[in-house]
């Protein structure tokens, strides 16, 4: 795993317009194929009257998913320019599209290029942009005789508690920087009665 940039809200729309031809860009943070398909469902639906909805994405790290669409506008005019911006801000996880209304006259190839270009950089250069880091979730599992020693060992090195659940027995979630993990992992383990099991995230 490795830590990647990506956006925390959707942003748009961005408004471009060239030679009366409006252009919308719009960005969304996206973590599956089918949750890009359902936001450009979304779009189609929104947009209906659009002539042009034209998209790229970039979905994972480390076995990354990449697609580009022009919607009927030349080749590589759209679709490829669209994700030069992707690329150009180093994001993932990403979707971001451009809906065309067309004015009546036509832009060129160059001309379409730089508009899906300029709308695609001016929607991410509104979107909020954050880091997300390798991490890990601990699940420690224990009985109450130990809570005392556990959520002391916690509150010591500042831990953030995902999830707790108290019933029978006590169950915390705990999620850790990466290159911190091994060591609490070992200072866990020295917990009398404590159950571990380790999950990467990104945090």
Known sequence: MKNFKTISAPA?????????????????????????????????????????LCYAYRIGVEDVQLRMNDDGEPAYTAGSPISGQINAFELYNILVCVVRYYGGTKLGASGLTQAYRE???????????ILKKAGCLLRLEFDYPSLDEVMGFISQNRLEIKKQEMGLDCIL?????????????????TINGVRLSKKDVYI
């Open 119 to 129: 709308a695609a950089r001016g929607v991410l250069e509104l979107a909020p942009v």
């Open 12 to 52: 748009g729309p961005f408004l471009l317009r060239e030679k009366k031809s409006k252009f919308l860009g719009f960005a969304f943070p996206v973590s599956s194929v089918s949750e890009a398909e359902l936001r450009l469902e979304t779009l189609h639906k929104d947009y209906s009257d659009a002539s042009h």
């Open 173 to 189: 979630e705990l999620i850790v920087k990466k290159e911190k993990s091994e060591t609490l992992v070992q200072r866990l383990k």
